[in-house]
């Protein structure tokens, strides 16, 4: 018997006809522990509960199937690579605590055989105390076969940071949620995304910085390309909370259609109820520029090569934040080979 | 003589809110059920078709839910409400003959006197139905017809009117839809002929001065091949403690090669839930714009919509909502890109003040087949203190690659060096705060007859009265 979830909801919603208020899924009734190796249960599961973009029922059902988090071993100073391919049905619930003016790097791959036919949830739990920093980059990329669902929550102290990067290419269906808690004076929320969709592939997202603090920061940016009956679904909420006096937060998003058969939802909401803050969001929607192509194509690349290269920038825009130069060189091969198979 | 509004000076918010005596020759009881929908259809003597209209809108209405994505309206009870209020006129084309005190309450209002000065034609509903109506004798020698709705049902142009009525906002769309459909009173009706360029505006006002009632006019403007026409709507109520109801429908069809320019300055009173519904339908090379200022009811719902049909087709939206102590006004705009090179460009701007919630929602769509689409979203809100709100809930949806959309959005508040500087320069801090305000609505004043512009800094100057402190 699958269950029925209700994630990604648009809080506040708004018009039901435009289908974006929320997104549900159906999962088996009850999903295994997945394993990710270095990892141990945290000592008090209650400390580790926190709000994620993707939302309350799907913790409640990784609760349910008794997904209790796990502690990954990452050390300051290190680069953590977790790769994970599916290969069956698995859920995981991972944490990282980065300890006062540490600093942590993490990559993470995912991946998974095309034949495969599973489902998978990895929920990212961070918590980052004063004075830290928490890298974390992912490449998503499994195959077609898997129902992925990626779901990241986050609590940022005093002068902390968390500089999120993701990497979205291939799948099928793709449901991820990102949560900041800007809770520290001072702190920082970065996401940097870049996707591409192809082919029906589905991407729906909901992201959202939380400002509860004075002086808090937060960035979103995207860049992406959708062709061939691809759907992507975009919420991006930054919700300034009373008290958070000074704080910034920015969303912008640029996303290329390269044909007339893909739907590109975008949902950016600015919450408000304190004074003094700056709230800003920027779209650019739409094909590429023709000077642009015609300009690549007089130095003698030909058309659906010079929208392969763009395609390609739109995923390197955002995997130029990548902090640490391991996870910049491991994603630029993956970038690399997947150029060459193109 | 009684106190008349001014240009700039009048900040004095009992000119909106006077009381007339309700001396009304009918008042349907309070409530929604078929009998009262076939006394309504009765009173206004409707064809058979348009009673028949009305029942099924009513069963409609049972259907649908409310909507749960917007402000609360668990305040509003149709069980408390009247929704046929007929005042104890008849629909004059004099203002001579109109009743004294609904006379001198639309004068307090300006609207005689704006007619005089600048307006081609107009129309003033008072609760249910028009009690004055007049049109210019150059204008009507145009060929523009400009007459109350009823009238038009009835006329040389019903089998137009039935032709249009309720089928750009069906009363499926939402519950309210279908309430003003089966309720609906009073309106006007415009048709302006092929080629014919209305070179001033005409104006529609409406009044609603009966407690704990609704008002629920319809609005209908063609503007055919070519022409051009620029309609003012202007609505205001005294304040009560029970709460009134506006639920009227504007339904606009702009024909190949037309303009039309819609103004609204809304200023209900603070006890109103303003469900309003606006929708044009756009056709070749034509354009619509929309002027929108939101300043007074309770809660609103208010999100002009405009379906851009027609290759080539443009729309403008200018709006402004201002939400004070005790408002929750959740205002926007919706378009459609149907058309091929098809275009729109909405500026919004929204203030919140003294725990008022303001929400600006929006949806640019583009459809399909809608190759060289252009669209352009600005919105801005400024907070003025920090126990208000303010949010913005956009949406695109983009579904050709021929298109390209931009969509900019920012919330901030006024500048303390702005205010100090004009403090510094012998302006009161209050006087600066408004200032500023009004400067930051200037998009809006800058699109409206100096007039009505006049109006709505002063509407500004009165809600930040009393903002400091």
Known sequence: MADRIMINSLVPPTWNRLKVNETYVELPASMPRGKTEGTAPVADAEEWKMETGCGEELSAYLAKSGISPVKADARTGELTLIKKDYREDAAEVLCFEAGEGKTLNILMDITSDEDIKAAGILQVLIKAEKDSVVNLTQVIRPGKGLEFINDIGTVISDKAQVNLVQIFKGGSNINAGYRSGLTGEDSYAGCRIGLIRTDGETLDMNYVMKHFAPRSKSEINISGALSKKAQKTFRGTIDFVKGCAGADGAENESVLILDDTVINKTVPLILCTEENVAGSHGASIGKPAEDMLFYMMSRGIDRDKALKILERASLEAAVSHIADPGALEYVMNIIDESREDD | ?469
């Open chain 2, 1 to 469: 003589m009684s106190e008349e509004k001014t240009i700039v000076d009048d900040i004095n918010r009992s000119v909106y809110d006077v009381i007339d005596k309700e001396d009304n020759a009918t008042r349907l009881e309070e409530g929604l059920n078929e009998d009262i929908i076939r006394r309504i259809s009765e009173e206004k003597d409707d064809p058979d078709w348009m009673r028949e209209f009305r029942l099924n809108c009513l069963k409609i209405y049972k259907e649908l839910k409310v909507p749960q994505w917007g402000p609360g309206i668990d305040g509003l009870d149709m069980d408390h409400i009247s929704t046929y209020v007929r005042p104890n006129t008849r629909m004059q084309t004099s203002w001579d003959d109109v009743p004294e005190d609904i006379k001198n309450t639309f004068e307090r209002l300006g609207i005689p006197q704006a007619e005089r000065a600048s307006l081609a034609g107009v129309g003033a509903q008072y609760d249910s139905e028009l009690v004055y109506h007049n049109v210019m004798k150059e204008v009507e020698e145009q060929g523009v017809v400009y007459t109350d709705f009823e009238s038009a049902l009835k006329g040389e142009y019903s089998d137009m009117v039935r032709e249009h009525f309720m089928k750009l906002l069906v009363p499926t769309d939402h519950k309210f839809n279908a309430l003003h459909g089966a309720v609906w009173s009073g309106g006007s009706f415009v048709y302006v002929p092929k080629g014919v360029k209305v070179s001033i505006p005409l104006q529609s006002y409406f009044r609603l001065n009966a407690k704990g009632a609704g008002q629920f006019e319809h609005t209908l403007i063609i503007v055919d091949e070519g022409a051009d026409l620029h309609f003012i709507e202007g609505c205001s109520a005294p304040k009560y403690n029970v709460a009134n109801l506006h639920s009227g429908c504007v339904e606009l069809f702009v024909s190949k090669n037309a303009r039309l320019r819609y103004s609204t300055i809304e200023n209900w009173s603070k006890n109103m839930y303003n469900l309003n519904s606006k929708r044009a339908i756009v056709e070749e090379n034509a354009r619509m714009e929309w002027v929108s200022g939101s300043f007074g009811s309770h809660t609103s719902y208010l999100y002009p919509s405009t379906i851009l049909k027609g290759d080539n087709s443009t729309m403008e939206y200018t709006g402004i909502t201002f939400a004070g102590e005790g408002q929750n006004l959740d205002t926007g705009m919706k378009v459609m890109h149907v058309g091929k090179n098809t275009s729109s460009v909405v500026n919004t701007k929204s203030i919140a003040k003294s725990g008022g919630v303001s929400t600006t929602r929006t949806s640019v769509q583009v459809m399909p087949g809608a190759k060289g689409a252009k669209s352009v979203v600005s919105c801005e809100s400024l907070m003025v203190d920090n126990i208000s709100r303010s949010d913005t809930i956009p949406v695109m949806d983009i579904r050709t690659d021929d298109a390209d959309i931009g969509h900019e959005a920012s919330i901030g508040s006024i500048p303390d060096d702005a205010v100090f500087y004009l403090m510094s320069r012998g302006m009161t801090e209050e006087d600066a705060r408004a200032l500023i305000v009004s400067g930051f609505a200037d998009n809006v004043s800058r699109e409206l007859p100096m007039e009505y512009a006049a109006e709505m800094n002063n509407l500004i100057r009165l809600e930040m009265k009393g903002s400091i402190g």
